[in-house]
């Protein structure tokens, strides 16, 4: 039996926004109603928020590691005033991390807040090819250190052994929960982390290799205050909470209707974005691609893709999407930090142009690039709806104005992702 109350009762942390995004995705499919705050919500937003989980998208994952903690911790303390029940800690199936952190940090952080002892760490999404075996993280059938991540610009990937990467993050010590004891279910589980809390193990890496591990693992860990992982970790916690007949019927996906232009925006080098773009470009649609060191010499860039959009009866695509070794040269000039910026920036203003000439419908590919986007719109809060390719849902803002957003990390969805995106997007706002 379910109730009606709109008390919260899971909260949220990511560390960017398309993750954000991707885990509310995830929760929506299991039946939570599901708001997503970018960033702390102001006491306006707060006061009418109606949903059975809020996820709050920060932007911490590559920023020094003290100011990731304490965004974090006071994202916690607002989510721990609204009621919430359990807390999780979302980061990107590939570990994203940079040399110092932030992963295990800012778990240590929360954990110490909650006046918890142990927690698990789970970034695999079985879903889109990301397995945890034996504690070493796969992208499809290579090891994370082979899977192109060795390459990303901002955060690259170089161990695939995960309580290795941890263990350099954290004071606690890390062990690991390993398949075969998952696969006995979730009493074994509950047993081997009373085992691994016995030990002085702090965190535990856990394997995954299928999304019913990832519902063995929800179930067995209903009761610990906080749990960390990508967003696959979550395919089991709606089930919990609806067993304990917190969660209300209703359909969590339903989305208010937004019409008007449409535009693609794409910041990220990863090699699936790399694909989208090509697929876009291949089927003969307008796109015009942003250069960095265009904007490093002041070139008005931003001012010729907004005439580009204008010109154009087609929907367009911007971006500034890359091969790696394009990025490289780049960042060589430039560095990577300014090279991110200027182009975040541009694809910003963009966005903010965009938006004043009649454009309602944004798909946004990049996690950096999403988070500039949202941030030069004004939006504070987004509602999810139903998803789009794995790990992507659409969503409407709460803007006096609603906007229809796709908040695609870079390393997910198919080729196909831009199109297909641009038209659930039209049906979701109901302009055909």
């Not at 949220?12 to 960033?39: E, H, K, P, Y």
């Not at 927690?119 to 504690?135: K, Q």
Request: glycine fraction near 12%; charged fraction near 15%; proline fraction near 4%.
């Amino acid at each position: 039996m379910s109730t009606t109350t709109a008390r919260p009762l899971l909260g949220c942390i990511a560390d960017d926004f398309t993750g954000a995004t991707d885990l509310a995705n995830m929760l929506v499919r299991g039946g939570m109603r599901t708001v997503q705050s970018i960033g702390i919500p102001s006491s306006e937003v707060a006061a009418g928020l109606d949903a059975d989980a809020i996820v709050i998208a920060l932007k911490s994952r590559t920023i020094p590691v003290a100011e990731a903690v304490e965004q974090s911790l006071a994202a916690l303390a607002w989510l721990r005033e609204q009621g919430c029940e359990q807390i999780f800690f979302k980061y990107c199936s590939t570990f994203d991390s940079t040399g110092g952190g932030n992963i295990g940090q800012v778990s240590e952080a929360l954990l110490a807040a909650l006046g918890g002892d142990f927690t698990l760490a789970c970034p695999a999404f079985p879903e889109n090819g990301r397995t945890i075996f034996r504690g070493h993280l796969f992208v499809q059938d290579q090891l994370l250190s082979e899977s192109g991540m060795q390459h990303h610009p901002l955060t690259p990937m170089t161990d695939a052994n995960l309580v290795r990467v941890l263990q350099s993050q954290t004071h606690l010590n890390v062990g690991l929960l390993r398949y075969d004891t998952i696969a006995q279910g979730a009493e074994k589980v509950r047993g081997r982390i009373a085992e691994l809390r016995a030990e002085g193990v702090g965190m535990a890496i856990a394997d995954a290799l299928s999304d019913q591990d990832l519902y063995t693992l929800g179930t067995a860990c209903a009761d610990l205050p906080l749990l960390t992982g990508g967003s696959g970790l979550a395919l089991g916690l709606p089930e919990n909470f609806r067993r304990a007949g917190k969660l209300r019927d209703l359909d969590a996906s339903k989305l208010p209707a937004v019409a008007g232009g449409e535009v693609v925006l794409a910041g990220s080098a990863s090699i699936a974005t790399n694909g989208q773009v090509s697929a876009w470009l291949e089927a003969g649609r307008p796109a015009l691609r942003i250069d960095p060191l265009a904007l490093a010499a002041g070139e008005p860039v931003v001012a010729q893709a907004l005439a580009f959009a204008k010109n154009n009866e087609q929907t367009v695509l911007i971006y500034a999407t890359s091969a790696p070794d394009e990025v490289k040269a780049v960042q060589q000039q430039l560095g990577v930090e300014r090279a991110g910026t200027l182009v975040e920036n541009a694809l910003g203003e963009i966005a903010q142009g965009l938006r004043q000439s009649g454009v309602r419908r944004f798909v946004i590919a990049g996690g950096e690039t999403s988070g500039a986007v949202v941030q030069a719109l004004g939006v504070q809060l987004l509602q999810i709806g139903a998803q789009i390719d794995p790990g992507v849902p659409a969503t409407v803002s709460s803007t006096d104005e609603p906007l229809a957003l796709a908040l695609k990390s870079g390393n997910f969805g198919g080729r196909d992702f831009f199109s297909k995106a641009l038209k659930q997007l039209a049906q979701t706002g109901g302009a055909q």
